[in-house]
């Protein structure tokens, strides 16, 4: 089965420091997509960041990027300077075809 | 653009009854949706894959005669809980394959329902 792994069920960051939140996933393909969305309390899924499989430089946005290893098949996300309302569920996907498989969610406290 | 809209938000339904919940991406055509459960603080279960003009692709443990998934147009899927069970009680979300500066799922709401 082609899973989708988050170690840290849970983190938290002081306001305005940086954090890392950890993503592997296994694929036997070499293009796909993987994605970081955040579900806040609303339960409404955003995306936070998008990286395309075949592009080996990382995506960011504004304060978010990504650690994108394509060999150690790992997708680390980096939220730099965090904020009170980045507190959310945050999930890694990951998506070939119309398989897209998501990951069991890091729960991320802001603490003030 | 890339809106997906789910209705409703939600519902509280009698057991033994069926609900409807519609997934519609409102400015674009999804060829591809995907309907999830979620519990409680845990990550999203895919429950079925659907494309349009065709019958979906159900995952594994999910009951596709309890769980019909229609998707007969480019912009609508629905998902139907026939005979509900408090068991079946839960939160729905449905997500369209599209695109908006790469390829993306985007998410509907979601849908609280709650069987008595």
């Known amino acids: 089965a082609q899973t989708v792994t988050q170690s840290q069920p849970e983190m938290s960051v002081q306001e305005a420091e940086t954090v890392t939140l950890s993503c592997t996933y296994d694929?036997?393909?070499?293009?796909?997509?993987l994605f970081w969305y955040k579900q806040p309390p609303s339960r409404q899924m955003i995306l936070v960041i998008r990286q395309e499989a075949y592009k080996q430089q990382n995506a960011t946005e504004n304060r978010f990027s990504v650690n994108f290893q394509k060999a150690a098949k790992s997708f680390s996300l980096k939220i730099s300077d965090s904020q009170l309302g980045d507190a959310a569920m945050y999930f890694c996907a990951r998506l070939y075809g119309q398989n897209f498989v998501f990951g069991p969610g890091t729960r991320l406290s802001v603490l003030p | 653009g890339a809106v997906v809209s789910q209705h409703p938000s939600w519902v509280i339904c009698k057991s033994g009854t069926s609900v409807k919940i519609e997934c519609r991406s409102l400015d674009f055509q999804a060829t591809t949706m995907f309907w999830y459960r979620q519990f409680p603080k845990q990550s999203l279960m895919l429950m079925a894959t659907?494309?349009?003009?065709?019958?979906?692709?159900?995952e594994q443990g999910v009951e596709k005669d309890k769980f019909l998934i229609n998707h007969a147009s480019l912009t609508l899927s629905t998902l139907t809980v026939t005979s509900a069970h408090p068991e079946d009680s839960s939160f729905y979300i449905c997500?369209?394959?599209?695109?908006?500066?790469?390829?993306?799922?985007?998410f509907g709401q979601g849908t609280r329902l709650t069987v008595v």
């Open positions: 997500s369209a394959l599209g695109y908006r500066e790469g390829t993306e799922a985007f």
């Open positions: 694929t036997s393909e070499s293009d796909y997509y």
């Open positions: 659907s494309n349009e003009g065709s019958k979906a692709t159900y």
